[in-house]
């Protein structure tokens, strides 16, 4: 069973919801160790000082920030505590937005808040109010010595929390060279006709069960076939020219395979029923 990663109270006016929160996404990385080649001993890292490379004990570290070159501010564990520590326990509901008003790009962390078993009515009372009215909470807390801002949705019946990134986060994208003259390119009527029609050929439903990480997948498998004894034979790919195309052509035989792929579909799903 997952543990929670945060334990607190939803401040709601003057109601508060109990809460525990858990990490709602569990990553799939492979990781690697980094080894010995000669020896295939695991390479461990050393905390050493940059000053005469003496071994640097655990319980001398600090926390420093650097204001200019090798020169440091010294903040400690109890200074940064004391900056809001009543808000450490606590998410406070600010506001109440409609979700579509928040741009996608301000998401970054999920995670499903869940009621105390013993005070779960306040909390019940706040995802219906929160689902017949449409509305996602904007709130502030802090966790691991960071305050966040957040967005609180309710989702079947639950809360879920994302962390936001602060607007000073979001990187200007006129600072991107790639992006200058874009909106005077000019595009013919037959061309744009085509792409919506590519669009809406391969228009569908989301369903995230329709993907899976198949580089993750590949590197799982090799790594099975080796441990397994099997000879792994690999051929890197070189990366192919880009041709030079006619964008129509493209876009017409673009329309016509797709249109192809979803009369198979069709033709595959009217199988499998009469099958059944």
Do not use: C
Not at 29 to 44: A, E
Not at 221 to 241: F, H, N, W, Y
């Amino acid at each position: 069973m997952p543990r929670a990663i945060w334990t607190g109270t939803i401040s709601f006016g003057l109601v508060n919801v109990p809460v525990r929160m858990y990490a709602a996404v569990s990553r799939k990385n492979v990781r690697f160790n980094q080894l010995d080649s000669r020896s295939g001993s695991r390479i461990r890292l050393k905390k050493v000082s940059a000053l005469d490379g003496s071994d640097v004990p655990n319980d001398a570290l600090v926390r420093g920030y650097e204001i200019t070159p090798d020169n440091y501010v010294v903040v400690t564990d109890d200074e940064l505590a004391a900056m809001d520590p009543e808000a450490s326990r606590t998410i406070d509901l600010a506001e109440f937005v409609d979700l579509d008003q928040i741009d996608p790009i301000h998401f970054d962390g999920t995670y499903y808040l869940a009621p105390d078993p013993q005070l779960a009515k306040s909390y019940a009372l706040l995802v219906e109010a929160m689902s017949r009215t449409n509305k996602a909470g904007i709130a502030r807390f802090v966790m691991r010595g960071r305050q966040h801002l957040a967005a609180i949705r309710p989702v079947d019946g639950r809360l879920v929390l994302a962390t936001l990134v602060y607007p000073d986060e979001i990187r200007d994208p006129l600072e991107i060279d790639d992006f200058d003259g874009l909106a005077e390119i000019e595009l013919p009527d037959q061309e744009l006709t085509m792409a919506e029609q590519l669009v809406e050929s391969l228009a569908t439903d989301f369903d995230p069960t329709n993907y899976s990480d198949t580089y993750r997948e590949q590197v799982v498998d090799l790594i099975q076939r080796k441990a397994d004894g099997q000879e792994v034979l690999t051929e890197v790919a070189s990366s192919p020219t880009q041709p030079v195309v006619d964008l129509m052509a493209a876009l017409e035989k673009s329309v016509e395979e797709a249109k192809q792929a979803r009369r198979a579909g069709g033709e595959s799903t009217e199988e499998q029923k009469r099958s059944a």
